[in-house]
């Protein structure tokens, strides 16, 4: 059991890395007052298609390892409870 514990303690390393990584890799996405002066619309080709960019991409994966860290972190924590 210990081998076990040790596994998912570098795993969640791994992926709490990852999170940092890609979070640093993310470009801003506030657009401010700019968008807002000029009335720039949202209904483009791009927006349509953001989640096939590399930022789209980016964003998600963030979120699946967020989620997997969260289940990790529920899970470690069980298991060093007993």
């Given at each position: 059991?210990?081998?076990?514990?040790?596994?998912?303690?570098?795993?969640?390393?791994?992926?709490?890395?990852?999170?940092?990584?890609?979070?640093?890799?993310?470009?801003?996405?506030?657009?401010?007052?700019?968008?807002?002066?000029?009335?720039?619309?949202?209904?483009?080709?791009?927006?349509?298609?953001?989640?096939?960019?590399?930022?789209?991409?980016?964003?998600?994966?963030t979120v699946i390892l967020s989620i997997i860290f969260v289940v990790l972190?529920?899970?470690?924590?069980?298991?060093?409870?007993?």
């Open positions: 059991m210990e081998i076990a514990k040790w596994i998912l303690v570098v795993i969640y390393f791994i992926i709490a890395l990852a999170i940092i990584i890609l979070t640093l890799l993310q470009s801003k996405e506030d657009s401010g007052l700019s968008s807002t002066i000029t009335g720039s619309s949202t209904n483009n080709f791009y927006e349509k298609n953001k989640g096939r960019t590399k930022e789209g991409k980016q964003k998600r994966w972190t529920i899970v470690v924590g069980i298991l060093y409870m007993a």
